[in-house]
């Protein structure tokens, strides 16, 4: 099993940043771990991924350019660095792992989740 505990979520204005992490505790894991998130009303969409054994990193065409997904080897932990944020990127946000494909992108292809950080773009 995998644990994905999620922290920094929070409230901004417009224009300004937040850094998302995910702290990952269990098995060892060298598989994708991904960042979706979920708005009111909204399926649950990808905004990130990359893999713990190296290599690129892709992300959501919504975000590409402000965010930045990166990691702490030592730590166990992934971050998410939000930039320029806008209050479409409100919403829940979650870390996953998948052992499934190299840089998947759907949710249903991620077995393990974390509990999700709210993120609310406001002025």
């Known amino acids: 099993q995998v644990q994905l505990v999620e922290s920094g979520g929070g409230l901004v204005q417009p224009g300004g940043s937040l850094r998302l992490s995910c702290a990952a505790s269990g098995r060892t894991f060298s598989g994708a771990m991904g960042w979706f998130r979920q708005a009111p009303g909204k399926e649950r969409e990808f905004v990130a991924v990359f893999r713990w054994s190296g290599g690129n990193r892709y992300y959501a065409t919504s975000v590409e350019g402000r965010f930045t997904m990166s990691r702490d080897n030592a730590e166990n932990t992934v971050y998410l660095q939000m930039n320029s944020l806008k209050p479409e990127d409100t919403a829940i946000y979650y870390c996953?792992?998948?052992?499934?494909?190299?840089?998947?992108?759907?949710?249903?292809?991620?077995?393990?989740w974390g509990q999700g950080t709210q993120v609310t773009v406001s002025s």
């Open positions: 996953a792992a998948s052992g499934r494909g190299f840089y998947p992108t759907g949710p249903d292809e991620y077995e393990y």
